[in-house]
């Protein structure tokens, strides 16, 4: 099983934002869960491509109130707020494609310059997907369900 580890280095042209370009055009329904925002980019991206976004983040520093405000007007995205400083997750599922799981939150510099070092976990979801016969379902979809 190969798992794709993406952590932004020049030599290795592995950026996290090349991750998210290559799952977004094979999903229509994107779940994000992360504890910062402060850049929208991805989210408008994801809008203009015709993505539905359901995405929680927590409200607090470093979460930035202007990012906050160009979230709410961007189209197809349904917004929830965390606020207790415990909610840290970096978690971004591309439908049934894949998912990146690991430490970069919804910024520019976790897209493209910090060494977060998330994994693409496209070769687990493809195979848990065959084992319930072609999609989550029963006790697996509440348990995935359940992170958003």
Same mark, same amino acid.
């Given at each position: 099983?190969?798992?794709?580890? =993406?952590?932004?280095?020049?030599?290795?042209?592995?950026?996290? &934002?090349?991750?998210?370009?290559? +799952?977004?055009? !094979?999903?229509?329904?994107?779940?994000?869960?992360?504890? @910062?925002?402060?850049?929208? $980019?991805? +989210?408008? !991206?994801? $809008? !203009? &491509?015709?993505? /539905?976004?359901?995405?929680?983040?927590?409200? #607090? @520093?470093?979460?930035?109130?202007?990012?906050?405000?160009?979230? +709410? /007007?961007?189209?197809?995205?349904?917004?929830? @707020?965390?606020?207790?400083?415990?909610?840290?997750? /970096?978690? =971004?599922? @591309?439908?049934?494609?894949?998912?990146?799981?690991? $430490?970069?939150?919804?910024?520019?510099?976790?897209?493209?310059?910090? =060494?977060? #070092?998330?994994?693409? +976990?496209?070769?687990?979801?493809? =195979?848990?997907?065959? &084992? !319930?016969?072609? #999609?989550?379902?029963?006790?697996? /979809?509440?348990?995935?369900?359940?992170?958003?």
């Amino acid at each position: 099983m190969n798992l794709n580890l =993406y952590s932004n280095r020049n030599s290795r042209r592995d950026f996290i &934002q090349n991750a998210v370009d290559a +799952l977004i055009t !094979k999903a229509n329904n994107i779940n994000i869960a992360v504890a @910062f925002l402060t850049d929208t $980019s991805v +989210l408008e !991206k994801l $809008s !203009k &491509q015709g993505c /539905k976004v359901r995405i929680v983040v927590r409200l #607090g @520093f470093p979460t930035s109130p202007n990012a906050l405000e160009a979230l +709410l /007007k961007i189209s197809n995205i349904e917004a929830r @707020f965390f606020s207790d400083r415990s909610f840290h997750p /970096k978690l =971004y599922i @591309f439908g049934s494609s894949g998912a990146l799981v690991g $430490s970069a939150n919804l910024t520019h510099s976790a897209m493209t310059t910090n =060494y977060d #070092g998330p994994r693409n +976990l496209d070769s687990v979801l493809s =195979y848990t997907w065959e &084992q !319930k016969g072609g #999609g989550p379902s029963g006790e697996f /979809k509440e348990e995935a369900h359940a992170v958003i």
